[in-house]
């Protein structure tokens, strides 16, 4: 896969089609909104999904994982959909949680999704710092440098006279917003609030391709 740079906070991150933020400089991996265990969560309104979704991405986080060998692994919220999500885990996943838990450092930054769950190996905080950057859920007033998740930012591509909307990252000079790294996630365009007030005119967008990252 092709990454693409992204230069923010004065320093350099690569961003890859899987939806993962490499900071190479410290060898941590960071990956916003899983929502393990939506269709589990769905399921019990009588929403009927494929229940496939928590194997594909953390089969995906997983691989991410094997692929770079990073030191640490921080999740920028929402791991989990609901309370109800770890029902949706197997016998692997718990042990995959252990085995990879004792290699990376896993970071898990509580989102407004997750519940009270906690999940052996994995560190739960409320939010989380490196150098001058602020690792949040959602972001909050600050004058440090912000990742976050939350928004599941997607962008509106024309080209000769169709459209589609493709999953983004997307940042200011003081914030940077991961797209959803789950497979069964929405998205919100980017020119609709409140991520357009939030994120104003000068922007950066980073549209996520099956194989490449591009830059608009």
């Known amino acids: 896969m092709s990454s693409q740079l992204i230069k923010f906070a004065n320093e350099e991150f690569y961003a890859y089609p899987n939806s993962a933020l490499y900071w190479k400089k410290l060898n941590i991996i960071i990956v916003a909104d899983l929502h393990l265990g939506k269709s589990i969560s769905f399921a019990k309104q009588k929403q009927f999904l494929p229940p496939y979704d928590t194997k594909e991405t953390l089969t995906k986080l997983f691989n991410c994982i094997n692929e770079y060998g990073p030191s640490k692994l921080i999740i920028v919220g929402d791991l989990l959909h ?57 972001p909050i007033k600050t004058k440090n440098f912000q990742i976050c998740g939350h ?66």
């Open 82 to 138: 609901d309370m109800f999500s770890v029902q949706s885990f197997q016998d692997r996943d718990h042990e995959n949680f252990n085995k990879y838990t004792k290699k990376t450092e896993f970071i898990w930054v509580k989102g407004n999704h997750d519940s009270n769950v906690e999940i052996n190996g994995v560190s739960k905080v409320l939010d989380y710092k490196v150098n001058e950057i602020i690792f949040n859920h959602i």
């Open 151 to 216: 928004y599941h930012p997607k962008v509106k591509i024309s080209h000769r006279g169709k459209s589609i909307y493709k999953s983004s990252f997307v940042n200011n000079d003081k914030l940077l917003i991961l797209p959803s790294f789950g497979t069964l996630t929405g998205g919100l365009n980017i020119d609709k609030e409140p991520l357009k007030d939030l994120l104003g005119k000068n922007i950066n967008i980073f549209p996520v391709g099956s194989e490449k990252v591009y830059k608009l």
